[in-house]
Protein backbone atom coordinates (compact mmCIF):
# COMPACT_ATOMS: atom_id res chain seq x y z
CA UNK A 1 0.00 0.00 0.00
CA UNK A 2 0.95 3.47 -1.08
CA UNK A 3 1.20 5.94 1.58
CA UNK A 4 0.90 10.01 0.63
CA UNK A 5 2.69 12.03 2.62
CA UNK A 6 3.07 15.40 0.43
CA UNK A 7 6.24 17.17 0.48
CA UNK A 8 5.16 20.77 -0.20
CA UNK A 9 8.46 22.33 -0.94
CA UNK A 10 9.52 19.42 -3.58
CA UNK A 11 5.42 19.74 -5.49
CA UNK A 12 5.97 24.18 -5.57
CA UNK A 13 9.51 24.03 -7.11
CA UNK A 14 7.92 22.85 -10.45
CA UNK A 15 6.26 25.37 -9.91
CA UNK A 16 6.95 28.81 -11.90
CA UNK A 17 8.24 32.37 -9.45
CA UNK A 18 4.74 33.94 -10.23
CA UNK A 19 2.86 30.48 -9.30
CA UNK A 20 5.04 30.47 -6.46
CA UNK A 21 4.01 34.25 -4.63
CA UNK A 22 0.35 33.26 -5.86
CA UNK A 23 0.71 29.30 -3.70
CA UNK A 24 2.30 31.11 -0.70
CA UNK A 25 -0.73 33.32 -0.46
CA UNK A 26 1.85 36.37 0.67
CA UNK A 27 -0.39 38.45 0.96
CA UNK A 28 -1.43 42.24 0.90
CA UNK A 29 -0.46 42.15 -2.86
CA UNK A 30 -4.30 41.91 -3.42
CA UNK A 31 -6.85 44.77 -2.24
CA UNK A 32 -9.46 42.97 0.16
CA UNK A 33 -12.94 44.51 -0.96
CA UNK A 34 -15.62 43.78 1.40
CA UNK A 35 -19.56 44.72 1.73
CA UNK A 36 -20.01 46.98 4.36
CA UNK A 37 -23.83 46.52 5.99
CA UNK A 38 -23.03 50.45 6.92
CA UNK A 39 -23.07 51.95 3.90
CA UNK A 40 -24.83 49.29 2.15
CA UNK A 41 -21.80 48.44 -0.83
CA UNK A 42 -18.64 46.85 -1.45
CA UNK A 43 -15.45 48.90 0.54
CA UNK A 44 -11.79 48.75 0.27
CA UNK A 45 -10.86 46.68 3.25
CA UNK A 46 -8.60 49.06 5.11
CA UNK A 47 -8.18 48.28 8.79
CA UNK A 48 -6.51 50.91 11.27
CA UNK A 49 -3.26 49.52 11.17
CA UNK A 50 -1.97 47.54 8.03
CA UNK A 51 -1.87 43.32 8.70
CA UNK A 52 -3.99 43.84 11.97
CA UNK A 53 -7.45 43.20 12.54
CA UNK A 54 -9.09 44.58 15.59
CA UNK A 55 -12.90 42.35 15.27
CA UNK A 56 -15.88 41.62 17.76
CA UNK A 57 -18.16 39.01 16.73
CA UNK A 58 -21.64 38.73 19.31
CA UNK A 59 -21.63 35.99 20.69
CA UNK A 60 -24.91 33.47 21.65
CA UNK A 61 -27.58 33.97 24.83
CA UNK A 62 -26.31 30.51 26.13
CA UNK A 63 -30.10 29.99 27.80
CA UNK A 64 -30.57 26.90 25.69
CA UNK A 65 -28.81 24.75 23.14
CA UNK A 66 -27.32 26.11 20.18
CA UNK A 67 -29.10 25.09 17.02
CA UNK A 68 -28.06 25.14 13.47
CA UNK A 69 -28.76 28.61 12.78
CA UNK A 70 -26.25 29.78 15.34
CA UNK A 71 -24.14 26.96 13.67
CA UNK A 72 -24.58 28.29 10.42
CA UNK A 73 -23.17 32.20 11.09
CA UNK A 74 -20.25 31.10 13.16
CA UNK A 75 -19.29 28.38 10.88
CA UNK A 76 -19.62 31.11 8.20
CA UNK A 77 -17.49 34.03 10.19
CA UNK A 78 -14.90 31.21 10.64
CA UNK A 79 -14.45 31.23 7.04
CA UNK A 80 -13.89 34.42 6.59
CA UNK A 81 -11.29 34.60 10.01
CA UNK A 82 -9.44 31.63 8.12
CA UNK A 83 -9.51 33.29 4.70
CA UNK A 84 -8.24 36.89 6.15
CA UNK A 85 -5.60 35.40 8.41
CA UNK A 86 -4.21 32.61 5.79
CA UNK A 87 -4.94 34.18 2.53
CA UNK A 88 -4.17 37.56 2.96
CA UNK A 89 -1.91 37.09 6.38
CA UNK A 90 -4.08 39.55 8.58
CA UNK A 91 -3.50 38.88 11.92
CA UNK A 92 -6.12 39.03 13.88
CA UNK A 93 -7.18 39.88 17.39
CA UNK A 94 -11.15 38.56 17.61
CA UNK A 95 -13.35 38.63 20.81
CA UNK A 96 -16.55 36.77 21.13
CA UNK A 97 -19.20 38.24 23.76
CA UNK A 98 -21.10 36.35 25.61
CA UNK A 99 -24.69 37.09 27.29
CA UNK A 100 -24.74 34.99 30.41
CA UNK A 101 -27.39 37.78 31.89
CA UNK A 102 -30.66 37.76 30.34
CA UNK A 103 -34.37 37.74 31.04
CA UNK A 104 -34.21 34.19 29.50
CA UNK A 105 -31.60 33.15 31.60
CA UNK A 106 -33.03 34.31 34.33
CA UNK A 107 -37.14 32.83 33.99
CA UNK A 108 -35.17 29.47 33.06
CA UNK A 109 -33.22 29.36 36.81
CA UNK A 110 -36.18 30.63 38.65
CA UNK A 111 -38.23 27.40 36.62
CA UNK A 112 -35.50 25.04 37.45
CA UNK A 113 -35.06 26.49 40.90
CA UNK A 114 -30.99 26.98 40.32
CA UNK A 115 -28.52 29.30 40.38
CA UNK A 116 -28.48 31.63 36.82
CA UNK A 117 -25.01 30.98 36.44
CA UNK A 118 -25.63 27.26 36.48
CA UNK A 119 -28.01 27.69 33.26
CA UNK A 120 -25.57 30.37 31.70
CA UNK A 121 -21.95 28.33 32.41
CA UNK A 122 -23.82 24.69 31.28
CA UNK A 123 -25.16 26.20 28.12
CA UNK A 124 -22.17 28.20 27.35
CA UNK A 125 -19.80 24.97 27.96
CA UNK A 126 -22.36 23.21 25.40
CA UNK A 127 -21.80 26.27 22.73
CA UNK A 128 -18.04 25.95 23.00
CA UNK A 129 -18.24 21.93 22.84
CA UNK A 130 -20.48 22.61 19.69
CA UNK A 131 -18.02 25.19 17.71
CA UNK A 132 -15.25 22.64 18.89
CA UNK A 133 -16.90 19.64 16.86
CA UNK A 134 -17.84 22.23 13.79
CA UNK A 135 -14.31 23.21 13.95
CA UNK A 136 -14.75 26.66 14.45
CA UNK A 137 -11.63 27.90 15.83
CA UNK A 138 -12.42 29.56 19.61
CA UNK A 139 -11.89 33.06 19.67
CA UNK A 140 -8.82 35.17 20.83
CA UNK A 141 -10.85 35.79 24.29
CA UNK A 142 -14.09 35.53 25.59
CA UNK A 143 -16.08 38.72 26.95
CA UNK A 144 -18.76 37.92 29.37
CA UNK A 145 -21.45 40.28 30.75
CA UNK A 146 -21.00 38.90 34.37
CA UNK A 147 -17.76 39.74 34.77
CA UNK A 148 -17.81 42.87 33.70
CA UNK A 149 -21.36 44.73 35.73
CA UNK A 150 -19.07 47.37 37.25
CA UNK A 151 -17.23 48.72 33.92
CA UNK A 152 -21.29 48.49 32.58
CA UNK A 153 -22.36 51.01 35.25
CA UNK A 154 -19.18 53.29 34.88
CA UNK A 155 -20.04 53.45 30.78
CA UNK A 156 -23.68 54.46 31.40
CA UNK A 157 -22.70 56.95 34.27
CA UNK A 158 -20.56 58.54 31.74
CA UNK A 159 -23.21 58.73 28.77
CA UNK A 160 -25.42 60.06 31.95
CA UNK A 161 -22.79 62.82 32.89
CA UNK A 162 -22.18 63.62 29.00
CA UNK A 163 -26.09 64.32 28.77
CA UNK A 164 -26.62 61.20 26.66
CA UNK A 165 -29.00 58.87 28.66
CA UNK A 166 -31.18 59.81 31.84
CA UNK A 167 -32.31 58.05 34.84
CA UNK A 168 -35.92 57.45 36.12
CA UNK A 169 -37.44 57.00 39.41
CA UNK A 170 -38.28 53.20 39.08
CA UNK A 171 -34.07 52.67 38.85
CA UNK A 172 -33.93 52.59 35.01
CA UNK A 173 -31.74 54.19 32.70
CA UNK A 174 -32.18 55.29 29.32
CA UNK A 175 -30.69 56.67 26.49
CA UNK A 176 -31.49 60.20 25.42
CA UNK A 177 -32.47 60.20 21.53
CA UNK A 178 -33.34 63.89 21.94
CA UNK A 179 -29.42 65.34 23.11
CA UNK A 180 -28.19 62.49 20.74
CA UNK A 181 -30.02 63.06 17.27
CA UNK A 182 -32.04 61.73 14.55
CA UNK A 183 -29.18 61.24 12.48
CA UNK A 184 -26.60 58.46 12.67
CA UNK A 185 -24.15 56.20 11.06
CA UNK A 186 -26.41 53.44 10.82
CA UNK A 187 -29.72 54.49 11.42
CA UNK A 188 -32.03 51.57 10.34
CA UNK A 189 -35.18 52.40 13.22
CA UNK A 190 -38.42 50.17 12.01
CA UNK A 191 -41.12 52.44 13.28
CA UNK A 192 -44.82 51.66 13.38
CA UNK A 193 -47.78 53.68 12.47
CA UNK A 194 -47.66 55.36 16.13
CA UNK A 195 -44.14 56.00 15.99
CA UNK A 196 -43.10 53.54 18.40
CA UNK A 197 -40.04 51.09 17.59
CA UNK A 198 -41.83 47.45 16.99
CA UNK A 199 -39.47 45.61 18.80
CA UNK A 200 -38.88 47.99 21.75
CA UNK A 201 -40.20 46.19 25.11
CA UNK A 202 -39.35 49.05 27.53
CA UNK A 203 -42.15 51.17 29.50
CA UNK A 204 -43.08 53.76 27.28
CA UNK A 205 -45.15 56.29 30.04
CA UNK A 206 -41.76 56.83 31.74
CA UNK A 207 -39.69 57.61 28.87
CA UNK A 208 -39.14 61.17 27.21
CA UNK A 209 -38.74 59.86 23.66
CA UNK A 210 -40.36 56.79 22.59
CA UNK A 211 -36.93 55.66 20.68
CA UNK A 212 -35.04 56.10 23.87
CA UNK A 213 -34.03 52.60 24.65
CA UNK A 214 -33.18 51.20 27.88
CA UNK A 215 -29.29 51.14 29.02
CA UNK A 216 -30.05 49.76 32.71
CA UNK A 217 -33.32 48.09 33.77
CA UNK A 218 -34.27 48.87 37.36
CA UNK A 219 -35.73 46.43 39.44
CA UNK A 220 -37.78 46.57 42.98
CA UNK A 221 -35.22 46.24 45.83
CA UNK A 222 -37.12 43.80 47.42
CA UNK A 223 -37.57 41.59 44.40
CA UNK A 224 -36.67 38.24 44.79
CA UNK A 225 -34.53 38.14 41.08
CA UNK A 226 -31.24 38.71 39.74
CA UNK A 227 -29.99 42.22 40.33
CA UNK A 228 -27.15 44.46 40.78
CA UNK A 229 -26.81 47.55 43.38
CA UNK A 230 -25.96 50.99 41.39
CA UNK A 231 -26.07 55.03 41.32
CA UNK A 232 -29.66 54.73 40.28
CA UNK A 233 -31.07 51.83 42.26
CA UNK A 234 -31.25 48.10 41.97
CA UNK A 235 -31.23 46.81 38.01
CA UNK A 236 -29.14 44.97 35.47
CA UNK A 237 -28.32 46.18 32.44
CA UNK A 238 -30.03 46.16 28.83
CA UNK A 239 -29.20 44.17 26.05
CA UNK A 240 -27.48 46.17 23.71
CA UNK A 241 -25.09 48.27 26.04
CA UNK A 242 -22.94 44.62 27.33
CA UNK A 243 -21.63 44.43 24.10
CA UNK A 244 -20.85 48.74 23.83
CA UNK A 245 -19.26 48.57 27.14
CA UNK A 246 -16.92 45.18 26.80
CA UNK A 247 -15.61 46.37 23.11
CA UNK A 248 -14.63 49.66 24.42
CA UNK A 249 -13.15 48.35 27.42
CA UNK A 250 -10.81 45.89 25.07
CA UNK A 251 -10.44 47.80 21.81
CA UNK A 252 -11.28 51.35 23.15
CA UNK A 253 -12.95 53.91 20.93
CA UNK A 254 -11.83 51.92 17.26
CA UNK A 255 -13.19 48.87 16.10
CA UNK A 256 -12.22 47.00 12.20
CA UNK A 257 -14.92 44.45 11.85
CA UNK A 258 -18.16 44.12 13.84
CA UNK A 259 -20.01 40.64 12.79
CA UNK A 260 -23.36 39.32 13.66
CA UNK A 261 -26.42 37.42 11.96
CA UNK A 262 -28.63 39.87 9.69
CA UNK A 263 -30.63 39.72 12.61
CA UNK A 264 -29.09 42.10 14.76
CA UNK A 265 -28.87 44.98 12.38
CA UNK A 266 -31.70 46.34 14.14
CA UNK A 267 -31.86 47.34 16.84
CA UNK A 268 -28.85 45.66 18.63
CA UNK A 269 -26.11 46.99 16.26
CA UNK A 270 -28.20 50.48 15.65
CA UNK A 271 -28.37 51.00 19.26
CA UNK A 272 -24.72 49.54 20.02
CA UNK A 273 -23.51 52.87 17.13
CA UNK A 274 -25.54 55.23 19.04
CA UNK A 275 -24.27 54.38 22.55
CA UNK A 276 -20.24 53.98 21.63
CA UNK A 277 -20.43 56.76 19.59
CA UNK A 278 -21.85 59.04 22.19
CA UNK A 279 -19.45 57.54 24.83
CA UNK A 280 -16.44 58.07 22.71
CA UNK A 281 -17.38 61.57 20.87
CA UNK A 282 -16.94 60.24 17.69
CA UNK A 283 -18.58 60.21 14.34
CA UNK A 284 -17.33 56.29 13.76
CA UNK A 285 -16.47 53.88 16.33
CA UNK A 286 -16.66 50.86 13.64
CA UNK A 287 -15.23 50.89 10.23
CA UNK A 288 -16.62 47.46 8.65
CA UNK A 289 -20.25 45.74 9.62
CA UNK A 290 -20.46 41.92 8.84
CA UNK A 291 -23.89 40.43 9.13
CA UNK A 292 -24.33 36.60 7.65
CA UNK A 293 -27.45 35.66 6.23
CA UNK A 294 -29.90 33.78 7.72
CA UNK A 295 -30.73 29.93 7.88
CA UNK A 296 -33.91 29.36 7.43
CA UNK A 297 -36.51 26.70 7.21
CA UNK A 298 -37.60 24.63 4.25
CA UNK A 299 -39.98 27.19 2.62
CA UNK A 300 -37.64 30.12 3.30
CA UNK A 301 -40.45 32.46 4.67
CA UNK A 302 -38.91 32.11 7.77
CA UNK A 303 -36.06 32.43 9.66
CA UNK A 304 -34.67 29.49 12.19
CA UNK A 305 -35.56 30.50 15.86
CA UNK A 306 -36.03 29.10 18.36
CA UNK A 307 -38.65 31.27 19.54
CA UNK A 308 -40.50 30.12 16.45
CA UNK A 309 -40.22 26.20 17.92
CA UNK A 310 -38.68 25.56 14.30
CA UNK A 311 -34.79 24.62 15.11
CA UNK A 312 -32.66 21.56 14.78
CA UNK A 313 -29.65 21.00 17.34
CA UNK A 314 -26.23 21.05 16.28
CA UNK A 315 -25.86 18.24 18.04
CA UNK A 316 -28.92 16.47 16.45
CA UNK A 317 -27.80 17.86 12.75
CA UNK A 318 -24.05 15.84 13.47
CA UNK A 319 -26.15 12.49 14.22
CA UNK A 320 -26.81 12.60 10.30
CA UNK A 321 -24.34 15.03 8.65
CA UNK A 322 -20.58 15.23 9.49
CA UNK A 323 -19.11 18.95 10.49
CA UNK A 324 -16.93 18.75 7.22
CA UNK A 325 -20.45 18.55 5.29
CA UNK A 326 -21.68 21.06 7.00
CA UNK A 327 -19.20 23.37 6.61
CA UNK A 328 -19.35 22.25 2.49
CA UNK A 329 -23.04 23.71 2.45
CA UNK A 330 -22.18 27.23 3.91
CA UNK A 331 -18.90 27.20 1.73
CA UNK A 332 -21.07 27.12 -1.38
CA UNK A 333 -23.28 29.40 -0.13
CA UNK A 334 -22.85 33.83 -0.01
CA UNK A 335 -22.13 34.65 3.37
CA UNK A 336 -24.88 37.50 2.95
CA UNK A 337 -27.52 35.42 1.21
CA UNK A 338 -30.04 33.26 3.22
CA UNK A 339 -29.68 30.01 2.90
CA UNK A 340 -32.34 27.02 3.43
CA UNK A 341 -31.49 23.77 5.01
CA UNK A 342 -33.31 21.52 2.81
CA UNK A 343 -32.82 18.57 0.59
CA UNK A 344 -31.16 19.99 -2.45
CA UNK A 345 -28.85 22.37 -1.08
CA UNK A 346 -27.36 19.56 1.45
CA UNK A 347 -26.99 17.03 -1.19
CA UNK A 348 -24.79 19.63 -3.04
CA UNK A 349 -22.70 19.38 -0.24
CA UNK A 350 -22.68 15.43 -0.14
CA UNK A 351 -22.47 15.43 -3.89
CA UNK A 352 -18.81 17.89 -3.28
CA UNK A 353 -17.51 15.74 -0.12
CA UNK A 354 -17.88 12.42 -2.23
CA UNK A 355 -16.35 14.53 -5.40
CA UNK A 356 -12.86 15.18 -3.50
CA UNK A 357 -13.20 12.24 -1.76
CA UNK A 358 -13.13 10.16 -5.20
CA UNK A 359 -10.46 12.02 -6.60
CA UNK A 360 -8.36 11.38 -3.84
CA UNK A 361 -8.39 8.02 -4.22
CA UNK A 362 -8.18 8.06 -8.38
CA UNK A 363 -4.96 9.58 -7.95
CA UNK A 364 -3.65 6.67 -5.68
CA UNK A 365 -5.05 4.38 -8.09
CA UNK A 366 -3.12 6.02 -10.88
CA UNK A 367 0.05 6.04 -8.55
CA UNK A 368 -0.25 2.43 -8.64
CA UNK A 369 -0.73 1.95 -12.80
CA UNK A 370 -4.55 1.23 -12.36
CA UNK A 371 -5.94 4.20 -14.13
CA UNK A 372 -3.82 5.84 -17.57
CA UNK A 373 -4.02 9.29 -17.47
CA UNK A 374 -1.34 9.18 -19.96
CA UNK A 375 -2.72 11.83 -22.58
CA UNK A 376 -2.01 14.66 -19.89
CA UNK A 377 1.47 16.32 -19.28
CA UNK A 378 2.43 17.63 -16.17
CA UNK A 379 2.68 21.17 -18.03
CA UNK A 380 -0.96 21.06 -18.60
CA UNK A 381 -1.77 19.91 -15.25
CA UNK A 382 0.78 22.62 -13.15
CA UNK A 383 -1.07 25.72 -15.67
CA UNK A 384 -4.43 24.60 -14.79
CA UNK A 385 -3.74 24.69 -10.85
CA UNK A 386 -1.52 27.91 -11.71
CA UNK A 387 -4.75 29.48 -12.96
CA UNK A 388 -6.80 28.09 -10.25
CA UNK A 389 -5.52 29.73 -7.47
CA UNK A 390 -4.98 33.28 -9.04
CA UNK A 391 -8.78 32.64 -9.77
CA UNK A 392 -9.63 31.60 -6.62
CA UNK A 393 -7.66 34.27 -4.80
CA UNK A 394 -9.18 37.23 -7.18
CA UNK A 395 -13.02 36.05 -5.83
CA UNK A 396 -11.97 35.30 -2.28
CA UNK A 397 -10.66 39.06 -2.21
CA UNK A 398 -13.89 40.46 -3.40
CA UNK A 399 -16.02 39.72 -0.33
CA UNK A 400 -15.43 36.38 0.11
CA UNK A 401 -16.89 34.61 -3.05
CA UNK A 402 -16.78 31.08 -1.71
CA UNK A 403 -18.70 29.75 -3.73
CA UNK A 404 -16.85 30.67 -7.03
CA UNK A 405 -14.12 29.45 -5.40
CA UNK A 406 -15.53 25.99 -4.53
CA UNK A 407 -16.65 25.97 -7.92
CA UNK A 408 -12.68 26.25 -9.28
CA UNK A 409 -11.76 23.45 -7.26
CA UNK A 410 -14.43 21.33 -8.58
CA UNK A 411 -13.50 22.23 -12.08
CA UNK A 412 -10.07 21.36 -11.69
CA UNK A 413 -11.22 17.62 -10.69
CA UNK A 414 -13.80 17.15 -13.29
CA UNK A 415 -11.03 18.15 -15.75
CA UNK A 416 -8.85 16.39 -14.74
CA UNK A 417 -11.51 12.97 -14.57
CA UNK A 418 -12.53 13.68 -17.94
CA UNK A 419 -8.16 12.07 -18.40
CA UNK A 420 -8.68 9.50 -16.80
CA UNK A 421 -8.96 6.24 -18.67
CA UNK A 422 -10.22 3.23 -16.16
CA UNK A 423 -10.55 1.29 -19.18
CA UNK A 424 -6.60 0.67 -19.98
CA UNK A 425 -4.26 0.38 -17.29
CA UNK A 426 -1.18 1.35 -17.74
CA UNK A 427 1.18 -2.17 -17.45
CA UNK A 428 3.42 -1.13 -20.56
CA UNK A 429 6.87 0.04 -18.90
CA UNK A 430 7.09 2.22 -22.08
CA UNK A 431 3.89 4.45 -20.91
CA UNK A 432 4.14 4.23 -17.02
CA UNK A 433 6.75 6.52 -17.05
CA UNK A 434 4.57 9.66 -19.09
CA UNK A 435 1.64 9.54 -16.30
CA UNK A 436 2.04 13.02 -14.94
CA UNK A 437 1.72 11.35 -10.89
CA UNK A 438 3.65 13.99 -9.83
CA UNK A 439 1.82 16.74 -10.80
CA UNK A 440 -1.61 14.48 -9.56
CA UNK A 441 -0.23 14.78 -6.22
CA UNK A 442 0.30 18.24 -6.98
CA UNK A 443 -2.96 18.73 -7.60
CA UNK A 444 -4.29 16.74 -4.59
CA UNK A 445 -1.93 19.13 -2.28
CA UNK A 446 -3.70 22.13 -4.56
CA UNK A 447 -6.99 21.09 -2.96
CA UNK A 448 -6.29 19.88 0.10
CA UNK A 449 -4.78 23.20 1.20
CA UNK A 450 -7.60 25.00 -0.11
CA UNK A 451 -9.66 22.68 2.22
CA UNK A 452 -7.53 23.31 4.89
CA UNK A 453 -7.76 26.93 5.08
CA UNK A 454 -11.90 26.45 4.85
CA UNK A 455 -11.66 25.01 8.26
CA UNK A 456 -11.88 21.47 5.75
CA UNK A 457 -9.87 18.07 5.96
CA UNK A 458 -9.92 14.91 3.48
CA UNK A 459 -6.82 13.18 3.22
CA UNK A 460 -5.53 11.21 0.61
CA UNK A 461 -7.51 7.57 -0.31
CA UNK A 462 -10.43 8.50 2.71
CA UNK A 463 -7.94 8.02 5.43
CA UNK A 464 -9.53 10.25 7.76
CA UNK A 465 -8.00 10.87 11.17
CA UNK A 466 -7.33 7.42 11.58
CA UNK A 467 -4.99 6.07 14.72
CA UNK A 468 -1.53 5.80 13.52
CA UNK A 469 -0.52 2.73 16.21
CA UNK A 470 0.70 -0.24 15.63
CA UNK A 471 -2.36 -1.50 16.05
CA UNK A 472 -3.87 0.04 13.03
CA UNK A 473 -0.95 -0.19 10.92
CA UNK A 474 -1.41 -4.38 11.50
CA UNK A 475 -4.73 -4.34 10.53
CA UNK A 476 -3.91 -2.09 7.03
CA UNK A 477 -1.28 -4.95 6.79
CA UNK A 478 -4.08 -7.82 6.98
CA UNK A 479 -6.32 -5.79 4.91
CA UNK A 480 -4.25 -5.47 2.10
CA UNK A 481 -3.33 -9.06 1.95
CA UNK A 482 -6.95 -10.16 2.10
CA UNK A 483 -7.76 -7.65 -0.91
CA UNK A 484 -4.33 -8.75 -3.13
CA UNK A 485 -5.66 -12.92 -2.17
CA UNK A 486 -8.86 -11.30 -3.29
CA UNK A 487 -7.70 -9.61 -6.46
CA UNK A 488 -5.45 -12.98 -7.18
CA UNK A 489 -8.96 -15.34 -6.69
CA UNK A 490 -10.30 -12.76 -9.28
CA UNK A 491 -7.52 -12.91 -11.87
CA UNK A 492 -7.49 -17.21 -11.37
CA UNK A 493 -11.27 -17.20 -12.30
CA UNK A 494 -10.55 -15.20 -15.12
CA UNK A 495 -7.74 -17.49 -16.83
CA UNK A 496 -9.64 -20.84 -15.93
CA UNK A 497 -11.13 -22.29 -18.64
CA UNK A 498 -15.26 -22.99 -18.01
CA UNK A 499 -16.37 -26.15 -17.44
CA UNK A 500 -19.93 -27.99 -16.12
CA UNK A 501 -19.44 -26.77 -12.59
CA UNK A 502 -18.13 -23.27 -13.70
CA UNK A 503 -15.94 -22.42 -10.94
CA UNK A 504 -15.19 -19.09 -11.74
CA UNK A 505 -18.99 -18.26 -10.81
CA UNK A 506 -18.84 -19.43 -7.65
CA UNK A 507 -15.53 -18.20 -7.29
CA UNK A 508 -16.67 -14.57 -8.03
CA UNK A 509 -19.89 -14.52 -6.08
CA UNK A 510 -17.29 -15.68 -2.72
CA UNK A 511 -14.80 -12.30 -3.83
CA UNK A 512 -18.30 -10.64 -4.06
CA UNK A 513 -19.57 -11.83 -0.63
CA UNK A 514 -16.22 -11.32 0.77
CA UNK A 515 -16.44 -7.25 -0.40
CA UNK A 516 -19.47 -7.02 1.47
CA UNK A 517 -18.41 -8.40 4.28
CA UNK A 518 -15.67 -6.06 4.50
CA UNK A 519 -17.98 -3.18 3.57
CA UNK A 520 -19.80 -4.11 6.69
CA UNK A 521 -16.70 -3.57 9.58
CA UNK A 522 -16.08 -0.63 7.71
CA UNK A 523 -13.93 -1.14 4.32
CA UNK A 524 -14.62 -0.09 1.35
CA UNK A 525 -13.24 -2.08 -1.37
CA UNK A 526 -13.48 -0.84 -4.98
CA UNK A 527 -12.43 -3.18 -8.33
CA UNK A 528 -10.55 -1.69 -11.02
CA UNK A 529 -9.39 -3.22 -14.01
CA UNK A 530 -6.69 -5.15 -13.35
CA UNK A 531 -6.86 -4.99 -9.42
CA UNK A 532 -8.47 -4.09 -6.03
CA UNK A 533 -8.17 -0.74 -3.82
CA UNK A 534 -9.56 -0.33 -0.39
CA UNK A 535 -10.32 2.47 2.01
CA UNK A 536 -12.18 2.67 5.53
CA UNK A 537 -15.82 3.62 4.92
CA UNK A 538 -16.55 6.77 7.53
Known sequence: MIKFQPQLASFRSLLSSSYQRYYSSSSQIHDVYIYNSKIKSLEKFEPKYPGTIFWYSCGPTVYDSSHI??????????????????????????????????????????????????????????????????????????????????????????????GFAYSCPSGSVYFNMTRYGEKNEYNHHRMNEQGVSSLESDIINEKRNARDFALWKGRDKTANELKFQSPWGFGRPGWHIECSAMVSRTFGSHLDIHSGGLDLVFPHHANEILQSTAYHGSKTWVN????????????????????????????????????????????????????????????????????????????????????????????????????????????????????????????????????????????????????????????????????????????????????????????????????????????????????????KKLLLEQCDDYRSQMKYIGVDIKDRHQASTWSFKK
Request: hydrophobic share 40%; proline share 3%; with cysteine.
Open 288 to 503: YWLHAGLLNTKSMDEKMSKSLNNTILIRDMLKTYTATQFRLFCLMHDYRSPRSFESAAIQQALFVDKLFKAFFETVQACQKGLVDISTLSEAEIITKIRNAQEEIVDVLANNFDTPSAMTRLQELVHWINSHMNYDTPTTNENTIHNIPTCALFLAVDFIQSWLNIFGIDISLSGHQNQNSSSDRILLENVIEKSVQFRTNIREICRRSPSDEVNP
Open 69 to 162: GHASTYVTFDIIHRILKHVFNYNIVLMMGITDIDDKIINRSQKEHVHYLEISKKYEQEFIDDMSKLNVQPPTLYARVSEHIPLIINFIQKLIDD
